[in-house]
T-cell receptor
Framework: GAVVSQHPSWVICKSGTSVKIECRSL??????MFWYRQFPKQSLMLMAT?????????EQGVEKDKFLINHASLTLSTLTVTSAHPEDSSFYIC????????????FGPGTRLTVT | AQKVTQAQTEISVVEKEDVTLDCVYE???????LFWYKQPPSGELVFLIR??????QNEISGRYSWNFQKSTSSFNFTITASQVVDSAVYFC????????????FGQGTTLQVKP
């Protein structure tokens, strides 16, 4: 149980275009989802927290107009990188938490974004 | 503020050696959880352990063991008789009651186990 999927697993896009990444909880309802970014050889940095049916809470320094997060249902959150630039190239990882466990997060496999 | 420090950036050992990965944390919360994750080259995070702040018992799972000491704010991870498949980046993480369950990650330790 507690499986989280991400789609796509990797994507290449051109500078200036937008790309959407999906995060799904497959066998549980995720009231909260987290989005992380990881640059090569670095740690995971939390970008934002999204709660189903409400606006996402962004961490300091993360542009909310650039990284659009939508948590429209209890099993799906999306991250849209708008007007992507090469510096947005990174590994994006989501995690999901059910209402039953404040401290239990289940991670997706990650999406590798390359902006050319 | 909450913080996790993994002072060892990279460790290289020869197969069958024991290796300990250090983790030191800072928090003012009395209720918190500590985690270890493994990230192999594929990138997917693999959950290894979760420990709450009220349980200081050491834990052993096969070749893995964890030493939690609140007095020194440390949560160290030991791999006994390391294997090549243990090569990965290992992250220690903290989640406290004051930050609504958000995970704060350490910088990670890259472990290379040579045959």
């Amino acid at each position: 149980g507690a499986v989280v999927s991400q789609h796509p697993s990797w994507v290449i896009c051109k500078s200036g275009t937008s790309v959407k990444i999906e995060c799904r909880s497959l066998d549980f309802q995720a009231t909260t989802m987290f989005w992380y970014r990881q640059f090569p050889k670095q740690s995971l940095m939390l970008m934002a927290t999204s709660n189903e049916g409400s606006k996402a809470t962004y961490e300091q320094g993360v542009e909310k107009d650039k990284f659009l997060i939508n948590h429209a249902s209890l099993t799906l959150s999306t991250l849209t990188v708008t007007s992507a630039h090469p510096e947005d190239s990174s590994f994006y990882i989501c995690s999901a938490r059910s209402h039953r466990g404040l401290y239990e997060q289940y991670f997706g496999p990650g999406t590798r974004l390359t902006v050319t | 503020a909450q913080k996790v420090t993994q002072a060892q950036t990279e460790i290289s050992v020869v197969e069958k050696e024991d290796v300990t990965l250090d983790c030191v944390y800072e928090t003012r919360d009395t209720t918190y959880y500590l985690f270890w994750y493994k990230q192999p080259p594929s990138g997917e995070l693999v959950f290894l352990i979760r420990r709450n702040s009220f349980d200081e018992q050491n834990e052993i799972s096969g070749r893995y063991s964890w030493n939690f000491q609140k007095s020194t704010s440390s949560f160290n991870f030991t791999i006994t008789a390391s294997q090549v498949v243990d090569s990965a980046v290992y992250f220690c993480a903290l989640s406290g009651s004051s930050n609504t369950g958000k995970l704060i990650f350490g910088q990670g330790t890259t472990l290379q186990v040579k045959p």
